[in-house]
Every structure is written in C-alpha cells, then in structure tokens.
C-alpha cells in the first residue's frame, strides 16, 4: 500500500496543476438498458472538426491534409491497415503532439492554443495498456479518478455502475496484471470515463481481443452514446467499422472516403461477383491470368470478380475454370462488403497489393 500511497500523492499534486469546471456540470453516469445498434439521426454540433491537419516526420507524412468533421453523440470510426496514420491522428486530436500544419478543434478548444482544456473534456484509450499492473482494478480505477479531480462524494456509486456495466464487479480486487486481454480493455475503459468524459478516444481497443469480449466491449460503446458521448474509434477491423454511425477509409495519412457505411459501399465501382470453387487458389490464378475484370481476389473460401459486365463476366469465368478441370459451385452477383470498397478506393488511388488492406 505504500506504493499505492505515493501514487495517489503523485494523482493529487497532478490534479491540483489542472482547472476544473464545478462537480455539479458533469453530467450522469451511464444508464443501463439493452444493446442496441444507434441510429445515424441529427446531432447538434461538432464534437471533432479537423482542417487540412497534418503531421510530418522528417521526409515522412504521417496525416495528409485531414479535413473532417464528427457530431457530437456520433460514434465514428476511423478505418485503415497499419502504419495508416491512426494513432497518430489520435495523438493530434488528444493534444498529445502538435500539428506540422492545419487546424483541429475538441470539444470547442483548438489542440494546439487549448491543449490542456482539451485534456479536460476527453477520455483517451491508447493501443498499449496504460494501466498499473501491481494495482487492483479498484486501485487503478481510484487512482485515475484521482487524476481527473472526480470528488470523493459520490465516487463509490459512479464506480460501482462502472463496474457493472463492464461486468468487472467480481474481479474489482483481481490485480490489473492478471486480468486477460477482454477485461483490460475494459478496466481502460472504465478509467477513461470515470470523469464522465464529452468526447472519448479509442485507439484500436479490441485488438487482439477475443469475439466475445470485442462484442461485450462494443455493447458498451453503444450504451455511451445513450448519455451523448461522443466516440472517435480507430479499427483495422472492417466489420466493427460497420456498427459505427460513420466511418473515414484512410490509408497512408490521406482521407480516401468519409460517410455512412451504407453510403460508403455505394462507391464501388462495378458488380461482384462471388464465385465457389474446390481449388480456390488455382482459380484464382486462372481467372487473373485470362479474365478481363476490373479485379479478382480471395475472400475467405470464394473469390470475388469485380466486374463492370457481370453476365459477360460469368460466362467467361465458368468457361475458363471448367475448362481448366476445375468444379464450380456457384457464381452469383453479391453486395458489396467495406473490404471490397477499400480494395477498389486503393486502387483507383494508385495502391496495389491487397495485403495491405484492413482487416475482415
């Protein structure tokens, strides 16, 4: 405990260096209720506005002129492969680090003249864990509020609803170090929203996290915007891109596409067409060779044709895989998955290669 102690004096001599609004002004903790996915509808104003933002590091352009804007109470993902620019996006729009150029706005406060007033008004969950792992989850979770100056009176309810919509109740007394993958996250989280955050920053929280723990972490996100936070989630996941209210594809720095997912897929150029075979590989390689298409690749178990002449298309490449020997299942026209779109928006903006594409 003597450890704890020096921190918690470390927490206050912190909080003491920041100004705070008056307790009263943070608004309620969440509300409990079912999952459900939110509706796009209208929000009041901008939570995150960006203008021609860019970070370089020597000859290296990490953001590219990053215009956008996000609504308050939206849930926005940002989408790309590694080494995309995401995190460090993250970091210029947490006032952690400055722009080389450009302009950004939180929560009304410019990040680079109101960087501390950001600071204030937003929670930040980065890749790493940034826990203390010798301490409790309680621990950890006392020592943030600490941090963020949350006042004793009232502290052990806001906690206890922390704890029991993140299902961390019976391990509040479990070291943070012996907890798995799922539940560090969701202790993160916890200690990110223990000040009741405006806007809430969350840098590719469930990778590497189990199915389960990424859906109960996403049943979580769903409940915040209940209480209007604003969340700014970066992912390599496209079918977490799809729970978001809007998504931005970016890929080295650049903005490519930013809409609803619905609106997103609309830019696909050309009908898919999904095809399946025994010996996917080998038709693969047949179909690049001798198909005029726009596209061909693996998805899984079936290939996808990305074609602007579907009938023609199919004909062709049942006649090309039969004759080569092989036996084909089923070809058929399929809606357009975010995968898919990304891989065309890549292309017609230069990139080749679909191993650098996000992830399924």
């Known amino acids: 405990m003597t450890a704890l102690t020096g921190l918690r004096e470390e927490a206050r001599a912190f909080a003491c260096c920041l100004k705070r609004s008056a307790p009263q002004g943070q608004r309620p903790l969440l509300e409990s209720g079912p999952a459900g996915r939110p509706s796009s509808g209208c929000y009041r104003m901008d939570a995150i506005r960006t203008e021609g933002l860019t ?3 020597g000859e290296l352009t990490a953001v590219d002129g990053l215009t956008l804007t996000v609504a308050e109470g939206e849930i926005f993902g940002l989408v790309g492969p590694d080494g995309a620019g995401k995190t460090t996006i993250m970091r210029l729009l947490t006032a952690i680090m400055d722009p ?95 000040h009741t955050p405006k806007v809430l920053f969350l840098d590719e929280p469930t990778n590497g996290v189990d199915p389960v723990s990424r859906r109960d972490f996403w049943r979580i ?21 799809e729970r978001c209210n809007r998504i931005g594809l970016i890929h080295r720095g650049k903005l490519l596409a930013c809409d609803s997912p619905g609106e997103v897929k609309k830019m696909m150029r050309g009908t898919i067409l999904e095809i399946r075979t025994s010996e996917s590989r080998k038709a693969t390689a047949l179909l690049r060779q001798r198909l005029r298409a726009q596209s061909v690749g693996i998805f899984g178990d079936r290939i996808h044709v990305v074609t602007l002449d579907p009938e023609n298309a199919a004909t062709q490449a049942q006649e090309i895989l039969v004759g080569a020997g092989l036996v084909v299942a089923g070809i058929r026209p399929i809606e357009p998955t975010l995968e898919d779109v990304f891989v065309s928006v890549l292309a017609d903006d230069g990139t080749e290669g679909r191993g650098e594409s996000a992830k399924r």
């Not at 980065?126 to 949350?150: C, K, W």
């Not at 996100?221 to 891109?241: G, H, K, P």
């Open 100 to 194: 080389t150029s450009g302009n950004a706005w939180v929560a009304g406060h410019h990040v680079v003249e109101e960087g501390e007033a950001i600071k204030e008004e937003i929670g930040y969950m980065s890749q790493r864990f940034g826990l203390y792992p010798d301490l409790t989850v309680m621990e950890n979770i006392h020592f943030y509020a600490d941090i963020y100056g949350v006042p004793r009176r009232g502290r052990e309810a806001r906690i206890d609803r922390l704890l029991a919509f993140s299902n961390l109740t019976p391990f509040k007394k479990r070291l943070a170090g012996n907890l798995s993958g799922g539940m560090k996250q969701k202790l993160g989280l916890a200690c990110a929203l223990i």
């Open 221 to 241: 996100l769903y409940q915040l915007l209940r209480e209007n936070v604003t969340i700014f989630v970066s992912t390599a996941y496209l079918d977490e891109a």
């Open 55 to 57: 970070k370089r590091f």
